[in-house]
């Protein structure tokens, strides 16, 4: 059955008030929902990307006391904003941020443009940002479409169209536009949100609960467990890296930026190396460090510790040491820190695990 057929058969009005009724009087009390600010919604739409809410929670919270409009964000040092930003991954998310309200700040008056063309043009944002953006703080009508929202209404429309594919968020966005409730487009859109989170969740949906089961085209078929159909990503890349703490006579650490565009891009981190098969790490670091540097440094024989960290494509394992460092950097993006100095960086989430277990050390 096509989701238009469906949606056909549905009570489109009923399906409203019962899904909206359910959020009112259900949802989870999170900080950005005491907010009609655009900008403050715009902040917990970007760190929601990918990331549970739970963990998002203290970090907007921080991230509002330090940064609590868009001229403060827009004014301030990128390293204050990383490091603001650090632990949450995805770092580009907050680098296309900052890009972004800078262009509000000096094309718009620092307001958040309203006009859907306007917004979307801003780096960063694109079509689930900008809906629900702009339903929730302006009330427009706008879906707000990301994977929470398509699983729900694949099971409600019994869609088996791949979501995986980026040419089916059409397809989805579409359905959300004929159920839109638009006298009260704000709490539509975060009720399918809530409800994909909560309720119809990606494995085991909990369907005796659910305030739409009436609704449900793959309730009533008992197909819900089969839907959404997504195809499986490719296997992640491995990587084995090496890393060393360096320290110089002085107690003073050696960390370095990373490139300013690519993977962690303008982390800062300790020294690291691709490790190739079969070689000896530390001899290996030793060589790297000496060449790169152009210094003299001394590799503890013992490993330190490893170090395991997944991105959505890639896993670094990491095998850590520490060393003793001789001479002076001259090279760009890199610098000594005294070690009370080191936590005031912004790290990648993999290096703020190696400081942690090597400061323990110490």
């Known amino acids: 059955m096509s989701e238009n057929r469906a949606i056909q058969k549905m009570n489109i009005t009923k399906f409203q008030q019962d899904l909206v009724d359910w959020y009112e009087a259900e949802k989870r009390d999170l900080p950005w929902r005491h907010e009609r600010d655009p900008y403050k919604i715009w902040v917990s739409e970007i760190m929601l990307q990918q990331t549970r809410v739970d963990t998002v929670i203290p970090y907007f919270n921080r991230f ?126 975060q009720a399918l949100m809530e409800l994909g989170a909560i309720i119809c969740t990606p494995t085991s949906p909990s369907c005796l609960l659910c305030p739409v089961q009436n609704h449900c085209q793959a ?39 990373r490139p300013e565009s690519g993977l962690l891009a303008n982390l800062w981190q300790f020294p690291n190396v691709e490790l190739p098969v079969g070689t000896n790490p530390r001899r290996v670091l030793e060589s790297f460090i000496e060449t790169e540097y152009d210094v003299n440094v001394k590799v503890n024989t013992e490993k330190a510790t490893e170090i395991t960290h997944v991105f959505s494509h890639l896993t670094w394992n990491i095998d850590v040491y520490t060393g003793i460092i001789e001479g002076e950097v001259e090279k760009k993006r890199s610098k000594f820190v005294k070690e009370e100095e080191v936590e005031s960086f912004a790290f990648s989430v993999s290096h703020q695990k190696i400081w942690k277990y090597v400061k323990g050390l110490k």
Not at 81 to 99: C, D, F, I, P
Not at 225 to 241: G, N
């Open 219 to 257: 309730f009533e078929e008992g197909v819900q467990r089969e839907l959404p159909v997504k195809t499986k990503k490719k296997s992640d890349k491995k990587v084995h890296m090496g890393a060393v703490v360096l320290t110089t006579n002085d107690g003073r650490i050696l960390i370095e930026k």
């Open 64 to 189: 509002m006391e330090q940064f609590p409009t868009i001229n403060a964000l827009a004014g301030a040092d990128e390293e204050d904003v990383m490091k603001a930003w650090e632990g949450l991954g995805y770092y580009s998310r907050v680098r296309n941020l900052q890009s972004a309200v800078k262009e509000v700040a000096e094309s718009y008056g620092g307001i958040v443009p309203e006009k859907k063309e306007d917004f979307l043009s801003l780096k960063g944002v694109g079509p689930y940002t900008g809906g629900a953006v702009l339903s929730i703080a302006y009330g427009l009508p706008e879906p707000a479409v990301d994977g929470n929202v398509m699983r729900v209404i694949s099971r409600l429309l019994t869609i088996w169209d791949d979501i995986a594919k980026p040419s089916t968020r059409k397809i989805f966005e579409r359905a959300v536009e004929e159920l839109m409730y638009k006298e009260n487009p704000s709490s539509f859109n």
